[in-house]
């Protein structure tokens, strides 16, 4: 049996697997968010504790834990902590990857460096969600607070609770800003440029390595024996994509959660100057030992809570919202929805990108809203889909989805429809879950390798969704006559309003 940890934005999930793949049990408890009187959002992580604990007693109930033989562990790639070298205690909040409040420490960053050939070191452009600007904003909050202290993201966090130990994974090291891809290494003359040590983050292994056995104390708590081996997975969106499409170049997943997510295998094994124009983030995949690629909505699930809450009071249900779907005309509605409720993700990543609806009329509905809203989350997709395809040098014919958006039917024809695209809707439930536990499995030797892994996986296809030619042709029109050229003076005129509404608070 294997144990895995997914711990997300909104929710923290356990799952219980057996060697074949199959879900025994789940058991999850949301993700709360705190906000502190400055705005800033944060995680507790004595709460993030307390919720693992719970899952975990939750989804072993009545097992003879003896059973287990690994633990592995998969998170949000850039939400993390300061943690006391000395005493373990937390010395920061839990810091959420999509909290923008070290926006300005990401000025002193590109200050600093050549984004090119950062790029090439560290597969990523510089943003607020890195914790190396993370780290930025709390040395300025508290220039003592770094002092002792190492950055744990939070599958590192949870992994040090229940062993003791302090390290991190490749694909989580990674989103640092801080660590060298090709040279699997922090980059110590670059964080010396800000006046840190390399200490300041921990070892980094490979992903599902095991970096140590659960500690007594921790054992009391979840009722698992102690010694049993735990691992950092990594990435949940790339732990999920292993589930679900494995590492082959070509193939790739859609991962339809609050903020959205393309990935897929990257097989060279250095970026250059056509990776980085790509607009696409790259990083170590948690398996086979090579590269990934991705893109992404911050509010792509966001924008559809955003619609639930708006269109009724009190907020519509899923079910309400299914329905005003069905009620749209079928076919193209003709209305531009940009997606950019929390600014735009790669590949043209602009925190000042404003969400906007165009060629709305005076004949449009609560359902053509509803369903324009689903079209520019598939024109979004459709994006990174074909920045990808450039860089990989082979169409991307087909893609699996996974995550709650999949289960919206109209969501998933609509993605189809836009991209021309064969699409199947993945049969794994909870795929980080699995690619967490299949990760750890290698790592601690349940399987030989990531082939033997996924080999003994059941599958089953899934439904699959075969574009309708005509809509295609008219998505495709509205794609690049519409949704496309508008992208810069959209952009001007966020930047222009991002501006005005700084000045005015000021």
Not at 102 to 120: C, E, G, H, M
Not at 204 to 229: D, N, W, Y
Not at 327 to 336: E, F, H, N
Not at 371 to 394: M, P
Request: glycine share 10%.
């Amino acid at each position: 049996m294997l144990l895995s940890l997914d711990l997300g934005t909104t929710h923290s999930k356990a799952g219980l697997f057996t060697r074949d793949g199959s879900l025994e049990s789940v058991a999850r408890q949301q993700t709360v968010a705190h906000q502190e009187p400055s705005g800033s959002a944060y995680y507790d992580p004595q709460e993030m504790w307390a919720a693992v604990i719970k899952i975990i007693c939750e989804v072993t109930k009545g097992l003879d834990t003896r059973e287990i033989a690994a633990v592995g562990i998969a998170s949000m790639a850039e939400t993390g902590l300061l943690v006391d070298k000395q005493t373990g205690e937390a010395r920061s909040h839990m810091l959420p990857w999509y909290d923008a409040s070290a926006a300005p420490q990401v000025k002193l960053i590109q200050q600093n460096s050549d984004p090119v050939t950062r790029f090439y070191h560290s597969g990523m452009r510089p943003n607020f969600k890195c914790s190396l600007a993370k780290l930025l904003w709390l040395r300025e909050k508290d220039p003592h607070l770094l002092e002792g202290s190492v950055w744990l993201s939070t599958a590192d966090y949870i992994a040090f609770r229940l062993t003791g130990n302090t390290a991190t994974d490749y694909s989580l090291a990674g989103r640092s800003y801080a660590y060298q891809l090709e040279q699997l290494s922090w980059d110590i003359e670059w964080l010396e440029r800000f006046g840190f040590r390399a200490d300041l983050y921990p070892q980094a292994v490979p992903s599902g390595h095991p970096i140590g056995g659960i500690r007594k104390e921790s054992a009391l708590l979840i009722g698992l024996p102690p010694g049993t081996p735990v691992a950092i997975s990594g990435h949940d969106h790339v732990c999920a994509a292993f589930a679900a499409v494995g590492t082959e170049s070509g193939l790739a997943l859609d991962s339809m959660g609050t903020a959205e997510a393309l990935v897929g295998n990257f097989d060279r094994d250095k970026l250059g100057k056509e990776e980085y124009l790509s607009g696409l983030v790259f990083g170590r995949h948690v398996a086979g030992g090579g590269y990934y690629w991705m893109g992404g909505m911050s509010a792509s699930g966001g924008s559809i809570e955003w619609l639930r809450t708006i269109l009724g009071d009190p907020t519509l249900s899923y079910q309400e919202l299914e329905v005003l779907v069905e009620k749209a005309p079928p076919g193209p509605t003709g209305i531009l929805y940009f997606p950019y409720l929390s600014g735009s993700g790669s590949p043209h990543t602009d925190i000042q990108a404003r969400g906007a609806f165009v060629g709305l009329v005076e004949i449009h509905k609560r359902s053509d809203l509803v369903k324009a809203v689903l079209e520019g989350t598939a024109y979004e997709a459709e994006f990174i889909r074909q920045a990808a395809q450039k860089i990989l040098r082979k169409e991307i014919s087909s893609l699996k989805v996974s995550g709650g958006g999949s289960r919206l039917k109209k969501w998933v024809q609509i993605k189809a429809d836009v991209s021309g695209c064969e699409i199947e809707v993945s049969t794994l439930s909870e795929a980080a879950l699995l690619g967490a536990a299949l990760v750890a499995g290698i790592g601690c030797g349940v399987y030989s390798d990531e082939k033997e892994a996924r080999a003994f996986l059941i599958s089953s296809a899934g439904p699959i969704y075969q574009p309708n030619g005509t809509h295609n042709r008219i998505y495709q029109q509205l794609y690049q006559e519409g949704f496309l050229p508008l992208q810069n003076p959209l952009r001007d005129i966020s930047s222009k309003i991002s501006s005005t509404s700084l000045t005015t608070k000021g």
